[in-house]
């Protein structure tokens, strides 16, 4: 049996690696870019041919406070000085680090930042997070946007993975620029005219096309056949995410490029910007995620290599969700277990309209802690943490590692329209753990009367509508028949061609919203301007 390797921590003047045996990766001193990535026999993951600093990083957008919008300064988060926090056989955790100070204003975002790198003992892998700190004597600005990038090299990365039934071989960067690639509509969505490999011609590219609900985005990556190597991203935990389960965000996309987004403003606008005010003091943990290598066992070398990769990449996903919270990482800011919370409940709903019943159970409920707010809140709330977890068929939730602080309850529950939220302020103390036991709580729904009609379902999605087929000269192939047939590109100027003079008009008891009911309410394109559109509902018994 081989002997594992303990961790080695070298340090040089311009560069520190990390290895054990498994992986080696190398840091930028005292930058803390991640410059090359070695595993497998491949001597760096990541594209030789970008310059260091574009390789792997943590960015940031930033903007002043009187700004507006979800554009801002660009910043590749580079440190000013290198600390190492623990350095053993079994664990090396480093640090680089950036402060801000006065002579820094309008040149940088007013915030200290602390990147971690952490490698174990016969991982094969490594961690990062951050910790981001404002202090209560510093001026205001905007965050609208933080994350982690890695760029991987083009020559060895073509297949890309997030989820059992979103995964293909993907265009090279090189067929997105012309000739070989025409912009469309907005830059991110290219045609591909004359791609490297021929299949894809005729399709469309779109980095958004890949982008995934947080509830739903735990792993997610790129696989090299030659020799077979996987690069993932897990994120074992949404809690320091803003918007909550559903919020959606970028994973892997063309470059090859995968991402770990922690804070955005996309598919939302301005709403999901923090705006951090003059002397607010506030501080947040991003992170730790995980960068998994992988590649076959030697008793599955005749397996696909994707299939095998994959699967692989799941499984490693689920053990970081069962050792969340970690217990390794050396920072007084990261709360272990025994200084996290759990909250226990059971919530019913009170619907005298649907059940004889005086409660039924919140089958399927989503139930979550986040800051004190208005009903609904949670859906904006971007400067803080959340919890979420899923009630049983009974409605019993137990949402659990909760950091201290002060929240709300929140939930909503798929069948129901509204927002539950638990009137009282719920506390986890510091430093030690706490539980608390919820008695019964009882949502109910907002109803003047009972229902008459309903077009769709109330879950919080568009799938029950209509989704028309994209335009053939625009598709992506991987979302033909594929219940993400949402995401092809241009199904916006689908309903100007279904319904080219007048708007819908949907008449209850003899329409269809599977067939009549367009999944999303869009704007007409007539004479190269958009008209707005105002869609009517007939009730066939009041005629």
């Known amino acids: 049996m081989k002997t594992q390797l303990g961790v080695q921590l070298t340090t040089e003047d311009r560069h520190v690696v990390m290895e054990n045996g498994i992986v080696r990766v190398t840091i930028s001193n005292p930058e803390g870019i991640v410059t090359g990535i070695q595993y497998n026999g491949i001597d760096n993951l990541l594209e ?44 090396v955790e ?68 997030m989820a059992d039934n979103r995964q293909r071989s993907m265009p090279l960067p090189d067929d997105r620029v012309p000739p070989r690639g025409q912009p469309l509509a907005y830059p991110e969505a290219v045609l591909l005219l004359d791609p490297v490999e021929p299949e894809l011609k005729g399709e469309v590219d779109d980095k958004y096309q890949y982008s995934c609900d947080n509830k739903d985005s735990q792993v997610h990556g790129w696989l090299c056949t030659d020799p077979a190597v996987g690069f993932w991203l897990i994120t074992p935990t949404n809690e320091f995410r803003s918007g909550g389960p559903l919020k959606q965000n970028l994973t892997s996309h063309v470059g090859p490029t995968t991402l770990a987004v922690f804070l955005s403003a996309h598919y939302s606008g301005e709403d999901l910007v923090p705006k951090f005010k003059e002397g607010e003091a506030w501080k947040k943990v991003f992170g730790p995620i995980f960068i998994y290598l992988n590649s076959p066992n030697d008793d599955t070398s005749d397996d696909d290599p994707h299939k095998m990769l994959w699967e692989d990449a799941k499984l490693q996903m689920n053990v970081e969700v069962e050792s969340w919270p970690y217990t390794f990482p050396d920072s007084e800011d990261y709360p272990k277990w025994y200084e996290r919370g759990i909250v226990n409940g059971r919530l019913l709903v009170k619907e005298r309209y649907i059940s004889d019943d ?156 599977t067939k009549d009911w367009f999944f999303a309410q869009v704007t007409r394109k007539k004479d190269d301007t958009y008209q707005g559109t105002t869609w009517q509902i007939n009730d066939s018994k009041a005629n």
């Open 358 to 513: 005086d409660r039924i159970s919140a089958k399927g409920a989503y139930v979550g802690l986040a800051s004190p707010g208005e009903v609904g809140s949670w859906q904006r709330e971007c400067k803080n943490y959340q919890f979420w977890s899923k009630a049983d068929e009974d409605g019993y939730f137990s949402i659990s590692n909760v950091r201290a602080g002060d929240y709300n309850l929140y939930a909503w529950v798929p069948g129901f329209i509204g927002d539950y939220k638990y009137d009282s302020v719920i506390t986890i103390a510091q430093g030690s753990p706490t539980y608390i036991e919820l008695d019964d709580l009882v949502y109910e729904p907002p109803r003047d009367g009972p229902t008459l009609w309903e077009i769709g379902i109330p879950d919080r999605t568009a799938a029950e509508f209509y989704v028309p087929d994209p335009n053939p000269k625009y598709i992506n192939k991987l979302y033909l028949n594929h219940p993400h047939k949402f995401r092809q590109y241009g199904l916006w100027e689908r309903y100007a061609e279904l319904y080219p003079d007048r708007d819908l008009i949907y008449t209850v008891g003899v329409s269809d919203y």
């Open 48 to 91: 030789v041919l970008n310059d260091k600093s574009n390789r792997g990083y943590w960015d940031l957008v930033w903007s002043s406070p009187t700004s507006s919008g979800t554009t801002g300064k660009f910043d590749v988060i580079k440190g000013t000085a290198f600390k190492v926090i623990v350095a053993n056989e079994d664990q």
């Open 94 to 161: 480093i640090s680089f680090t950036r402060t801000w100070d006065v002579s820094l204003k309008d040149h940088l975002v007013p915030l200290n930042i602390d990147k971690r790198f952490i490698m174990l003992r016969g991982t094969s892998g490594f961690y990062s997070y951050a910790i981001y700190e404002h202090l209560s004597d510093w001026p205001a600005f905007n965050l609208d946007e933080t994350r982690i990038a890695f760029k991987l090299r083009k020559d060895k990365f073509h297949y890309m993975a």
